[in-house]
């Protein structure tokens, strides 16, 4: 049995398999794990520099042309995190809906990569294109463990879903439905690589020209409050199951230190 795993993070728009996972990806290709990046929705509808141009000008901008924009910052992106399989469906999210051939690519994607783990967007997440995203890989998985007419790949199984669970917007549909992350990846060594990898995105104003903005802060509220400096956190799909109740290392770590030691990696956060 291959001990590697295979890994498939699907986004609905293409920066967002590095936004939220970017850290986890380069952590499992060191492990020397199969990784993948795959974006639904071209992003045109969040293309910020073309949304500005219209909004100025009254002029449609060329659409084509951001469209690849956002294509190679994907790529080049998440191969500064070490991912060189890196796909696009294509489709415009600007009604972004549940779509069956959206669905049958999806699960296409699947029947290929054949993952053991899929990282995607919150299922209540208040961006439409996310939560769309994630109806629609969750009905993929389903259907790529079995038959399907006319599709050339073998039935297959994925041992389990990571939705990773960055705070996202304050709104009531937020607080109906709270992300509360079960698992936090420490990404401290590979923090660098997933701030040079959110760089690349200049659609979004993240990159050197003129207007940029912040690189996003890595950790998010739970990871402070574990005291963990750069984290990306999520929340496993389905219960784990272990032959002893888990603990990690690094909880076991800050329960043994002192408070002097404690307080110290407190300030560190």
């Known amino acids: 049995m291959n001990d590697r795993l295979s890994i498939l993070n699907i986004g609905g728009h293409p920066k967002d398999a590095i936004l939220y996972a970017g850290g986890t990806m380069a952590k499992h290709v060191a492990l ?43 790529v080049g992106a998440a191969g500064d995190v070490g991912v060189t399989d890196v796909r696009f469906l294509g489709h415009d999210d600007d009604v972004a809906i549940p779509d069956k051939l959206i669905i049958n690519e999806i699960a296409d994607v699947i029947g290929d990569v054949r993952p053991d783990i899929i990282i ?17 890989v969750l009905i993929a998985v389903d259907a790529a463990a079995g038959i399907r007419k006319g599709t050339p790949y073998r039935p297959h199984k994925v041992a389990q879903i990571f939705y990773h669970v960055w ?41 050197a020209k ?15 409050h574990l005291r963990v400096p750069d984290s990306e956190s999520f929340l496993a799909h389905s219960p784990q199951v ?16 002192s408070n002097r030691e404690e307080i110290s990696l407190l300030r560190d956060v």
């Open 242 to 257: 272990y032959d002893a109740l888990p603990v990690s290392p690094f909880s076991l770590g800050v329960a043994r230190m």
């Open 167 to 207: 705070p996202g917007e304050t709104n009531i549909q937020e607080s109906v439905f709270p992300r509360v992350p079960t698992t936090l990846i420490d990404i401290s060594d590979v923090a660098e690589k997933k701030v040079q990898a959110m760089s690349r995105f200049g659609s979004q104003y993240l990159d």
């Open 120 to 136: 995607t967007h919150w299922p209540y997440d208040s961006v439409p294109a996310h939560a769309s995203t994630t109806q629609m």
């Open 32 to 74: 020397g794990d199969r990784v993948c990046a795959l974006a639904a929705y071209n992003g045109m509808r969040t293309h910020l520099v073309a949304i500005d141009e219209f909004s100025e000008t009254g002029e449609m901008p060329d659409w084509d042309a951001h469209v690849e924009d956002r294509k190679r910052e994907l």
């Open 210 to 224: 003129e207007g940029k903005r912040p690189a996003p802060k890595l950790a998010d509220f739970a990871a402070i």
